[in-house]
């Protein structure tokens, strides 16, 4: 794609359009009928990648428009829920750390001009682990190295910091003081409302699943008749991308159910808020939580993958088996919320890889399209280096990463990326 800013179009037929004309080269044309619309970039899905992928391009000079079945941050999207972890520690995956913080810089800066500083909330972030857990250990090694703030705690002193907390089997623990989470669809909506601020078309429609193999896409088409041309086409439809590309994306995605509770804590009980407890987890027993704000709850929420799901026939009410799974657990691990009720919960969907690592890579048969997902229960914190990166791609050409690329996503998981 050309680097030359282009100015906004609104015009021209049919035919000089299917026949992949550059749009900055339908300047001045008469509009005709069948008019259709022109952009640099088409957006599809305004989750968290496609709302920063079309806030950095847009801020970068290009003519985007977003477009989303149900609009920006909606419930039924994996960026829906009322809040995501942003954590500094991967293991020994040292681009994800990177990454987080590159995004944590971002998403504070545009949460600032937003006016809205407090949909992140600096609450710290517990890493429970046990005797030489080896993930914890890696962590430590990375954050040591990239000099990320954090603090090695033994067991008495994480027994007299959170008494809250019945420990069990945690021997000691590491903690990312300057990471917390995000108040995730709200988040999402702030990005999208700041995009659409610079310029950004923000449209509330479902595009059709494109040809298979058509060598270029040349105009999307609506599922109420409407196109929409574009120098090039981003799709981070999240779960919906293997529906839209199943030839593509049908055997190498793999979409889980995924469950989260909120626990009422007792009246008058706040050891369980904000700047009280961090979040944490407990990755050992593939479970992890954030703090209640705002009086939503404590959310508690299995990481484990659950069961292969269909976004659109999702029933989102969690089962009785995994609320049974939840309230022994909380009981154990948080003895003051034994006797809490569930106060809330929400049902959503992990798009995996095979391994974790994001796919950010063109189609194989449609040269202008590109295809972003694959956020594998760990995407979100990372939506603003994600839209750089993308910006960046379209911008010079270069391949992307092969860890981002379609060829390494195999089509048995393993996951590697927590
Ligand atoms: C329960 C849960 C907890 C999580 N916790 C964390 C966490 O703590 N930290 C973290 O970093 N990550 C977390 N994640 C992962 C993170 O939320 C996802 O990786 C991220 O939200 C994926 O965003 P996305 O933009 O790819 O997809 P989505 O948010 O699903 O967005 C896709 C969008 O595409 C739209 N769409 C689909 N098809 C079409 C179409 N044909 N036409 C138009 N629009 C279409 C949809 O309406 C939707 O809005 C969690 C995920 C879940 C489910």
Same mark, same amino acid.
């Not at 941050?73 to 829920?81: D, E, I, K, L, M």
């Not at 009246?267 to 808020?273: A, D, K, L, V």
């Not at 379609?406 to 089509?411: E, G």
């Given at each position: 794609m050309t680097t030359t800013r282009r100015r906004f179009l609104k015009v021209v037929g049919a035919g000089a359009l299917g026949a992949g004309l550059? @749009?900055?080269?339908?300047?001045g044309q008469a509009p005709a009928v069948g008019t259709r619309d022109v952009y640099d970039v088409a957006v599809v899905g305004a989750g968290v990648f496609g709302s920063w992928i079309a806030h950095e391009l847009q801020q970068s000079g290009r003519r985007v428009v977003l477009i989303d079945a149900y609009g920006p941050?909606? &419930? =039924?999207?994996?960026? %829906? $829920?009322q809040t995501r972890v942003i954590r500094m520690g991967y293991g020994d995956q040292e681009l994800y750390s990177r990454w987080s913080l590159r995004s944590l810089e971002k998403w504070q800066e545009l949460l600032r001009r937003a006016a809205? @500083?407090? !949909? !992140? *909330?600096?609450?710290g972030v517990l890493w429970m682990a046990r005797e030489r857990d080896p993930l914890t250990v890696k962590t430590a090694a990375t954050l040591e190295k990239l000099g990320v703030p954090h603090e090695k705690l033994e067991r008495p002193e994480l027994e007299a910091r959170w008494? *809250?907390?019945?420990? $069990? @089997?945690?021997t000691w623990a590491l903690y990312e003081p300057e990471s917390g989470f995000l108040t995730a669809f709200h988040a999402v909506q702030a990005v999208a409302e700041r995009a659409r601020k610079l310029g950004c078309e923000v449209r509330t429609a479902r595009v059709a699943p494109p040809p #298979?193999? &058509?060598? =270029?896409?040349a105009a999307l088409a609506t599922d109420r008749g409407a196109k929409v041309a574009a120098g090039a086409y981003v799709f981070a439809?999240?779960?919906?991308l293997p529906k839209l590309f199943p030839d593509v994306l049908g055997e190498r995605f793999f979409t889980s159910r995924q469950e989260v509770f909120y626990i009422g804590p007792p009246? $008058?009980?706040?050891? !369980?808020?904000v700047g009280a407890i961090p979040v944490w987890a407990d990755f050992g027993e593939e479970i992890y939580g954030v703090p209640d704000f705002k009086g939503r709850g404590f959310k508690v929420a299995p990481d484990r993958h659950g069961p292969p799901v269909d976004p659109d026939s999702l029933e989102r009410v969690v089962t009785a088996e995994t609320t049974r799974r939840v309230l022994e657990y909380v009981a154990r691990r948080f003895p003051p919320l034994? &006797?809490?009720?569930?106060?809330g919960s929400e049902v959503c969907q992990y798009t995996n890889t095979s391994n974790g690592d994001f796919l950010i890579d063109r189609h194989p048969g449609l040269d202008d399209v590109w295809l972003v997902g694959g %956020?594998?229960?760990?995407?979100f914190k990372h939506g603003p280096a994600i839209g750089e990166y993308v910006t960046a791609r379209l911008e010079d050409g270069d391949a992307v990463d092969p860890r981002f690329s379609?060829?390494?996503? #195999?089509?048995v998981q393993q996951r590697t990326v927590f």
């Open positions: 550059d @749009p900055g080269r339908l300047l941050g909606n &419930a =039924r999207s994996s960026s %829906g $829920g809205r @500083p407090s !949909f !992140f *909330q600096r609450s008494p *809250q907390i019945d420990f $069990g @089997p945690i #298979a193999d &058509a060598g =270029r896409l439809c999240g779960p919906w009246p $008058g009980e706040e050891r !369980f808020r034994a &006797a809490s009720p569930v106060v %956020g594998s229960g760990h995407g379609l060829a390494t996503k #195999a089509t």
